[in-house]
């Protein structure tokens, strides 16, 4: 595992986010880094892959600007950079919820990953909502979550509208995303409209993965990158989703061939096949198709299933 991928955001006001991102950028473009970094007037959102050693002199760096000392890094090994360029851009809000006025030191009460599995072991009333994209809940998730059928961030508030008094605002809420920022936002609007016990589990999934090894998390988790899913619960590795062509058990993801839609959608290998790449007939039957290559937009889970099923040959040697 030769590279680093890290994750990380931090809300701390920036005076000229043009000149910090010019900055940045001229940083990371020096160190060799690849990946995607969003600023704004309230602070940086990134994500980054380079060599173990770029990536600590990247955090070095960041952590080494005024008001940036405790940002906190989730990071992952690999053994392929998964961008394929690097762009650091000026963005109205660092994640966008569309919605003015939520200030994250506002949000909810952040559980660390073994103070949200001991609340989900204790059984305790709550309601658990996972703050991420159908697409993303939909090929893993923690068991009972309430998994809103939102496409965008920015869907969220409608969504809250939509259900708000199907949830008590005496009730206990857990909120979780991929690592942590868009609870940060979400969980300051639920608190504006009156729940009062709001919990956020902080660091996200990526971080509860590692720390407690992925217990009660049913399926893998989607990430922004060429590698699109990770695993969390690495003893339970079978799919939760199914191939939206075929049916079948699958948590790939191809983008629709047809360029028109190039819609992200959960498909086998089998169902791609089947469709030349594309996630409707309608689709296949557009002029505009790109030519489907089967062993490009597969390859991130090829290789991800031969590392684990060779991980897993490995745990059942060593039973013997
Ligand atoms: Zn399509």
Not at 72 to 90: G, H, N, Q, W, Y
Not at 233 to 257: F, H, Q
Request: glycine letters at 8%.
């Amino acid at each position: 595992m030769k590279y680093e991928v890290i994750l990380y955001y931090y809300f701390h006001p920036i005076e000229v986010p043009d000149q910090f991102c010019r900055d940045h950028k001229e940083f990371m473009k020096e160190l060799g880094l690849k990946g995607r970094v969003y600023v704004s007037s309230e602070g940086i959102n990134g994500t980054l892959a380079g060599t173990v050693d770029q990536i600590s002199e990247y955090k070095r760096f960041l952590t080494g600007i005024e008001g940036f000392e405790k940002t906190e890094f989730k990071s992952d090994l690999e053994e392929e950079i998964p961008f394929a360029r690097l762009t650091c851009k000026v963005r109205k809000e660092i994640v966008a919820i569309h919605h003015a006025g939520l200030n994250p030191s506002e949000g909810g009460n952040y559980l660390a990953p073994n103070e949200w599995r001991q609340v989900l072991e204790n059984r305790d009333d709550f309601v658990m909502i996972d703050v991420r994209n159908n697409y993303e809940s939909r090929i893993g998730h923690f068991k009972g979550a309430i998994k809103p059928d939102v496409e965008n961030f920015y869907d969220f508030p409608k969504w809250l509208d939509d259900v708000e008094k199907e949830i008590p605002k005496e009730k206990k809420v857990l909120m979780y995303c991929t690592g942590g920022i868009r609870c940060e936002k979400f969980s300051v609007l639920m608190k504006k409209k009156g729940w009062e016990d709001v919990n956020q589990l902080h660091g996200g999934i990526l971080k509860y993965a590692k720390e407690e090894g992925g217990e009660h998390f049913e399926g893998k988790c989607f990430v922004f990158d060429d590698r699109l899913v990770v695993p969390v619960n690495k003893e339970n590795l079978a799919p939760v989703a199914r191939c939206e062509i075929t049916g079948k058990p699958a948590d790939s993801y191809i983008n629709c061939a047809n360029m028109e839609c190039n819609k992200l959608f959960i498909c086998s290998e089998e169902g791609a096949e089947l469709m030349d790449g594309c996630c409707s007939e309608e689709c296949k039957s557009n002029e505009y198709l790109r030519p489907f290559d089967p062993d490009n937009a597969f390859k991130p889970f090829r290789k991800w299933y031969n590392y684990f099923n060779d991980d897993f040959k490995e745990r059942e040697l060593q039973k013997e």
